[in-house]
């Protein structure tokens, strides 16, 4: 999984409690992603980052916040989680170096919210 | 419409077949095209990438793009079981490096 883990790789919650994932990269790559999959809808991009405290939403960003305070961790929160946040969370890399466009997936985290 | 369109499938085949999935997009603006590999409770792969139209091909994998079409095509020649997976598309503008993916393309190649 290129030098990325995802921890934890499965977490159940309640409705309500703030919940953050994270990512964690050995590869030294500007680019960090969160996906989110979810069946009928496939692989939808939550927030992006382009560097350090460089960060943008993506299509799904509602009730999600990100922070990037070191090149190899990137940090998902759900500040009060809802149900229809129940979802495999996928973080992503790719290279300013390299292609860019290349981007290579961790484990994933199962979260579940109850 | 959706971006980008993708049979779910599944798809059943024997083992030595050709394989033949799809994909096809509305935004004009997409200029890059990958195809990712995800089994089942693992992350997406990275397979193919493409930049506009053509061909590239990489051992028993072929990726097509036909832009004037707004059509990729991913073939899978002499085909394993161990090709049993999901496969999804994605693509991006130009400068964007966000990536619109499919849904997915669910293939089980029989033994």
């Known amino acids: 999984d290129a030098g990325i883990t995802q921890s934890p790789r499965h977490k159940v919650t309640e409705t309500g409690t703030p919940v953050t994932l994270r990512c964690h990269q050995t590869e030294n790559h500007r680019y960090m992603y969160w996906y989110r999959q979810d069946p009928g809808h496939g692989l939808r991009l939550i927030h992006y980052s382009y560097g350090v405290k460089d960060t943008d939403k993506g299509e799904v960003s509602d009730g999600y916040s990100v922070s990037r305070s070191k090149t190899e961790d990137f940090l998902l929160t759900l500040e009060s989680a809802t149900s229809s946040q129940t979802s495999v969370y996928f973080c992503?890399?790719?290279?300013?170096?390299?292609?860019?466009?290349?981007?290579?997936f961790g484990p994933g985290t199962r979260l579940t919210v109850t | 419409q959706k971006e980008v369109e993708q049979d779910p499938g599944p798809l059943s085949v024997p083992e030595g077949a050709i394989v033949s999935l799809n994909c096809t997009y509305s935004n004009s603006a997409f200029q890059y095209f990958m195809w990712y590999r995800q089994y089942s409770r693992k992350g997406p792969e990275l397979l193919m990438y493409?930049?506009?139209?053509g061909n590239k091909e990489d051992g028993r994998f072929t990726a097509q793009v036909d832009k004037s079409s707004k059509y990729i095509s991913l073939f899978i020649r002499d085909s394993q079981p161990s090709d049993s997976a999901t496969y999804l598309c994605a693509m991006s503008p130009a400068g964007s490096y966000q990536l619109t993916f499919g849904k997915g393309t669910k293939l089980s190649v029989i033994p």
């Open positions: 992503a890399i790719s290279d300013s170096s390299g292609d860019p466009y290349e981007q290579y």
């Open positions: 493409t930049y506009s139209s």
